[in-house]
């Protein structure tokens, strides 16, 4: 079933509330309209709507979620999807009660980011050639997102007016619109200033804000860069499973196994919230695990 038509301006209307109150960016909003549809087409197969919904119907919801193979963590992500859609009708007047507070988070353990070693990264990192335009540009995107631990909506949404080659730092506009300065460091700015100089000039529209481009002159999207990332994962040899994200861990893992300062990786990364930034110190003490199992007499 599609779902009732009628919940639509209560999803609307939540929807709204986030993008305004909270300055949401258009992708988590686009997440969170997800999780809902597909909530309100569940209360719609069992004959309810979102306004009518009791708890157990929010606990059979998240049930057939887990029959259907979703991953705790995608569990947690629902229901706390669920909770801030009951919080608002609440507070709105447009409900009494809140039928999501029984239902209980699932137990899950803390998934640690896998990380690039830096001979990956390095060989990642030089896999795009020289001697193309793309390759140039593909190239200059590599090295900015992990020299500055970019998220790629980040990367490929950076306006020429976030970058400041002369100090070597980035404006950044994170999530929830904030922005954070960055320090791009010498090797990506060189790369970076080699695309500006000689490629994007080719591929630019008059009024083109974005940095990365297209030979189509049209903006680099996060699917394009992605499928990027992945054909130079071949031609660098690395086996991992390997996404635009990994090369933002391995940045914070490498910086805090250097000796950073957990609070300046904070700063950089953009985490509100110092405890998001913590768990690369559990990859950096796994590490250090293996490194006196190995080498220790008494490992």
Not at 220 to 231: C, I
Not at 261 to 287: C, E, F, N, P
Request: charge should be positive; hydrophobic fraction near 35%.
């Amino acid at each position: 079933m599609s779902g009732d038509p009628a919940d639509d301006p209560y999803i609307d209307g939540y929807l709204a509330h986030l993008r305004v109150e909270r300055g949401l960016a258009r992708n988590t909003l686009e997440a969170y309209a997800r999780d809902l549809n597909d909530f309100r087409r569940y209360l719609a197969s069992v004959d309810t709507r979102i306004l009518k919904a009791k708890p157990e119907d929010v606990v059979g919801y998240l049930v057939s979620r887990s029959e259907n193979g979703v991953s705790a963590r995608s569990q947690a992500r629902y229901l706390s999807t669920l909770r801030g859609l009951y919080k608002y009708l609440v507070q709105s007047g447009q409900r009494q009660d809140d039928p999501s507070t029984l239902a209980e988070a699932p137990k899950m353990g803390r998934r640690l980011p896998t990380v690039l070693t830096e001979a990956e990264i390095v060989r990642l990192l030089t896999a795009p050639p020289l001697d193309h335009p793309r390759g140039i540009r593909d190239r200059a995107m590599l090295q900015l997102m992990y020299a500055c631990g970019l998220r790629v909506s980040e990367l490929v949404g950076l306006d020429i007016a976030d970058m400041n080659l002369e100090t070597g730092y980035l404006s950044v506009l994170g999530k929830g619109g904030t922005r954070r300065l960055v320090p791009m460091g010498e090797v990506a700015r060189i790369s970076v200033h080699a695309y500006l100089r000689d490629i994007r000039p080719l591929w630019a529209r008059p009024a083109s804000r974005e940095v990365f481009l297209t030979s189509r002159r049209r903006p680099m999207t996060r699917q394009g860069f992605w499928k990027n990332v992945k054909k130079y994962s071949v031609i660098a040899g690395i086996t991992k499973q390997i996404s635009p994200h990994k090369l933002r861990h391995s940045f914070a893992t490498h910086l805090l196994e250097g000796g950073a300062d957990l609070r300046a990786v904070q700063a950089m990364l953009g985490h509100a919230d110092i405890s998001t930034t913590q768990i690369y110190t559990h990859v950096g003490r796994d590490r250090l695990r293996t490194i006196h199992g190995r080498f220790h007499p008494r490992g």
